[in-house]
Protein backbone atom coordinates (compact mmCIF):
# COMPACT_ATOMS: atom_id res chain seq x y z
CA UNK A 1 0.00 0.00 0.00
CA UNK A 2 1.28 3.37 -0.68
CA UNK A 3 0.09 6.37 0.51
CA UNK A 4 -0.01 9.92 -1.49
CA UNK A 5 -0.07 13.31 0.06
CA UNK A 6 -0.01 16.59 -2.24
CA UNK A 7 0.97 19.90 -1.42
CA UNK A 8 2.15 23.03 -3.25
CA UNK A 9 -0.97 24.11 -5.01
CA UNK A 10 -2.74 27.84 -5.15
CA UNK A 11 -3.37 30.84 -6.71
CA UNK A 12 -1.11 32.18 -9.19
CA UNK A 13 -1.28 34.80 -12.38
CA UNK A 14 -0.74 33.63 -15.98
CA UNK A 15 2.90 33.01 -16.85
CA UNK A 16 3.76 32.21 -13.34
CA UNK A 17 5.04 29.04 -11.94
CA UNK A 18 3.97 26.99 -9.31
CA UNK A 19 5.71 23.63 -7.96
CA UNK A 20 3.44 21.01 -6.84
CA UNK A 21 5.17 18.11 -4.56
CA UNK A 22 4.01 14.25 -4.10
CA UNK A 23 4.76 12.71 -0.41
CA UNK A 24 4.39 9.50 -0.52
CA UNK A 25 4.58 6.45 2.43
CA UNK A 26 4.16 2.80 3.17
CA UNK A 27 5.53 0.19 0.33
CA UNK A 28 9.19 1.54 -1.26
CA UNK A 29 8.23 4.17 -3.35
CA UNK A 30 11.35 3.26 -5.57
CA UNK A 31 9.21 0.52 -7.14
CA UNK A 32 6.38 2.46 -8.29
CA UNK A 33 6.01 4.53 -11.79
CA UNK A 34 4.00 7.66 -11.17
CA UNK A 35 2.38 10.09 -12.73
CA UNK A 36 0.37 13.83 -12.35
CA UNK A 37 -3.08 14.18 -13.56
CA UNK A 38 -5.49 16.96 -13.56
CA UNK A 39 -9.46 17.69 -13.13
CA UNK A 40 -11.12 20.95 -14.07
CA UNK A 41 -14.45 21.39 -13.21
CA UNK A 42 -16.88 19.35 -15.82
CA UNK A 43 -14.09 17.59 -17.46
CA UNK A 44 -12.82 14.03 -16.99
CA UNK A 45 -9.04 13.53 -15.41
CA UNK A 46 -6.64 13.71 -17.59
CA UNK A 47 -3.00 12.65 -18.06
CA UNK A 48 -0.47 15.25 -17.49
CA UNK A 49 3.07 13.72 -16.82
CA UNK A 50 4.71 10.19 -16.13
CA UNK A 51 8.40 9.07 -14.81
CA UNK A 52 9.28 5.64 -14.31
CA UNK A 53 10.82 4.18 -10.97
CA UNK A 54 14.49 5.83 -12.16
CA UNK A 55 13.17 8.80 -13.25
CA UNK A 56 15.02 8.45 -16.21
CA UNK A 57 12.22 7.86 -18.52
CA UNK A 58 9.58 10.90 -18.48
CA UNK A 59 6.26 11.48 -20.42
CA UNK A 60 3.87 14.49 -21.23
CA UNK A 61 1.21 15.67 -22.77
CA UNK A 62 1.29 17.53 -25.46
CA UNK A 63 0.00 20.54 -24.19
CA UNK A 64 2.39 20.94 -21.33
CA UNK A 65 5.35 20.00 -22.75
CA UNK A 66 8.48 22.96 -22.72
CA UNK A 67 6.49 24.06 -19.64
CA UNK A 68 6.07 21.71 -17.05
CA UNK A 69 9.29 19.43 -15.65
CA UNK A 70 7.96 15.84 -13.69
CA UNK A 71 10.96 14.87 -11.55
CA UNK A 72 11.05 12.18 -8.56
CA UNK A 73 13.66 11.61 -5.89
CA UNK A 74 13.22 8.09 -4.09
CA UNK A 75 15.56 8.75 -1.36
CA UNK A 76 13.11 10.95 -0.05
CA UNK A 77 10.03 9.41 -1.21
CA UNK A 78 9.00 12.70 -3.10
CA UNK A 79 7.55 13.38 -6.26
CA UNK A 80 7.34 16.97 -8.03
CA UNK A 81 5.61 18.65 -10.43
CA UNK A 82 7.58 22.21 -11.80
CA UNK A 83 4.87 24.24 -13.86
CA UNK A 84 5.68 27.10 -15.52
CA UNK A 85 4.31 29.98 -18.03
CA UNK A 86 1.37 28.85 -16.59
CA UNK A 87 -2.02 29.34 -18.30
CA UNK A 88 -5.78 29.52 -17.61
CA UNK A 89 -6.39 26.37 -19.40
CA UNK A 90 -4.22 24.67 -16.64
CA UNK A 91 -6.59 25.39 -13.84
CA UNK A 92 -7.80 22.09 -12.22
CA UNK A 93 -7.15 19.95 -8.85
CA UNK A 94 -3.79 18.27 -9.89
CA UNK A 95 -3.53 14.36 -8.77
CA UNK A 96 -0.34 12.24 -7.86
CA UNK A 97 -0.55 8.68 -8.75
CA UNK A 98 1.58 5.44 -8.43
CA UNK A 99 1.24 2.12 -10.14
CA UNK A 100 2.81 -0.98 -8.46
CA UNK A 101 4.80 -1.47 -11.79
CA UNK A 102 8.06 0.47 -11.92
CA UNK A 103 8.36 0.11 -15.49
CA UNK A 104 5.90 1.85 -18.21
CA UNK A 105 4.62 -1.94 -18.88
CA UNK A 106 1.08 -0.39 -19.79
CA UNK A 107 -1.12 2.86 -20.80
CA UNK A 108 0.34 5.03 -18.70
CA UNK A 109 -1.86 7.94 -19.68
CA UNK A 110 -4.67 5.93 -18.67
CA UNK A 111 -6.07 6.57 -15.22
CA UNK A 112 -6.32 2.71 -14.84
CA UNK A 113 -2.78 2.04 -15.08
CA UNK A 114 -2.42 3.51 -11.34
CA UNK A 115 -3.23 1.63 -8.30
CA UNK A 116 -2.90 4.58 -5.75
CA UNK A 117 -4.04 7.96 -5.89
CA UNK A 118 -3.60 11.45 -3.75
CA UNK A 119 -6.32 13.72 -2.72
CA UNK A 120 -5.59 16.26 -4.89
CA UNK A 121 -4.23 19.59 -4.83
CA UNK A 122 -5.75 23.08 -6.39
CA UNK A 123 -4.62 24.87 -8.84
CA UNK A 124 -5.61 27.90 -10.01
CA UNK A 125 -4.65 30.02 -13.13
CA UNK A 126 -5.87 33.41 -13.53
CA UNK A 127 -5.64 35.50 -16.74
Known amino acids: QVKLVESGGGLVQAGGSLRISCAAS????????MGWFRQAPGKEREFVAAINWSGIIMYYVDSVKGRFTISRDNANNTGTLQMNNLKPEDTAVYYC????????????????????WGQGTQVTVSS
Open 26 to 33: GRAFFRNA
Open 97 to 116: AAARSPTFSGPYYRVSFYDY
